[in-house]
């Protein structure tokens, strides 16, 4: 199987994006492991420390959702091996539960920052992912394979948002310093974030239907 084809530009894009995320992950796991000394402990939050679980979870599942994720948009694997889509398609979601789920734990009992509007963007990530899967989930058991793969890149959309949030985020801080990061600038990250990939979506949408009528028109 080709993976460097043309209908694969989509997922290998996913994949660039996510690993964004992935790189995070990989550094937030590399210095919990060496324990609230280690050389540059300041990188992460304490309570990385103090209650590694809700965060070690959510960097494993999140890892293999960003991962894993983008084959399930690799047409040829859709119609090749639809058994292997529709098993990793059953994984995907416990993935995105536990990294969904892991999220809520740390944004309700990790110490607070950010105010109001950042608790309710992560709130919002959370309820667009889970009303997106069911949606996904009722459209496949009445055989809607279109609806059912629209509202699939509207979840993933949610759940990539972290790595939009980073590609803004990091460059902020390195340019003005931790001074730029106020409550208002972090909730302006988050809900960027999810605003800006649901919108990117749907521009793809519009523009996959655009194609398709002027095709049936000529
Ligand atoms: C709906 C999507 C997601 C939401 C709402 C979300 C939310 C959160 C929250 C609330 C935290 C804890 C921040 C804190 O209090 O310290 C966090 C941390 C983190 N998340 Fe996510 N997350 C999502 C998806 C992902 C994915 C897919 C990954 C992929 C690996 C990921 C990687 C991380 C990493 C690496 C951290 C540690 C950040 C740091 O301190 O540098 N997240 N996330």
Redesign the pocket.
């Known amino acids: 199987m080709q993976l460097f084809t043309k209908t694969n530009i989509k997922p290998l894009l996913l994949l660039l994006l996510g690993s964004v995320?992935?790189l995070?992950?990989a550094l937030?796991i590399t210095l919990i492991s060496q324990g609230p000394e280690g050389a540059v402990q300041d990188m992460?939050?304490p309570?990385?420390f103090s209650m590694p679980l809700p965060?070690l979870t959510?960097?494993i599942f999140?890892?293999l959702?960003?991962l894993l994720m983008p084959l399930q948009f690799m047409p040829q694997i859709r119609a090749k091996k639809p058994a292997f889509h529709r098993l990793l398609g059953r994984f995907l979601i416990l993935f995105a539960l536990g990294?969904?789920f892991s999220?809520l734990w740390?944004?309700q009992f990790?110490p607070q920052?950010g105010g109001m509007m950042k608790y309710m963007g992560?709130v919002s990530?959370?309820v667009v992912?889970l009303a997106a899967l069911t949606l996904a989930l009722v459209a496949i058991r009445r055989r809607n394979i279109a609806t059912h793969r629209i509202w699939m890149m509207r979840l993933t959309a949610?759940?990539?948002?972290?790595a939009t949030q980073r590609l803004v985020a990091v460059p902020a801080f390195l340019l003005f310093g931790e001074s730029v990061l106020t409550d208002a600038v972090i909730a302006g990250f988050i809900w960027f974030g999810l605003v800006a990939n649901l919108l990117f979506v749907e521009w793809i949408l519009r523009k996959e239907t655009r194609s398709v009528s002027l095709n049936r028109a000529f």
């Open positions: 995320s992935i995070f992950g937030q992460a939050s309570a990385y965060i959510h960097i999140g890892t959702f960003n990294f969904g999220a740390m944004n990790y920052y992560i990530h959370v992912m949610a759940a990539l948002s972290p």
